[in-house]
């Protein structure tokens, strides 16, 4: 994820395609992770899931679809781990 602004100034998409499938990919473990380990946890007065919720993910069944056609391979959408309500 530290080269992804030197991307920007190439001409190859797939590199591009690439590390934002990475920003999805951890952006989504990163609020299973609160979720499961910090439900309660605050900045100010709002809770850190919710500032995490705003984080874009316009694109990411985009770049999940572009994943499985480039590898062959499937994401699963599920977690080894359980969180309980």
């Not at 995490?52 to 999940?64: H, N, R």
């Amino acid at each position: 994820m530290e080269k992804t602004p030197c991307l920007l100034l190439r001409d190859n998409d797939e590199d591009v395609y690439y590390a934002m499938f990475q920003y999805y990919s951890l952006l989504e473990e990163l609020k299973h992770n609160v979720k499961m380990s910090y439900p309660h946890a605050r900045i100010h007065t709002k809770l850190l899931i919710e500032i995490l919720e705003g984080f874009p993910k316009t694109y990411s069944s985009d770049m999940i679809k572009w994943w499985e056609l480039k590898t062959g391979l499937v994401v699963e959408h599920t977690k080894q781990t359980i969180l309980m309500d």
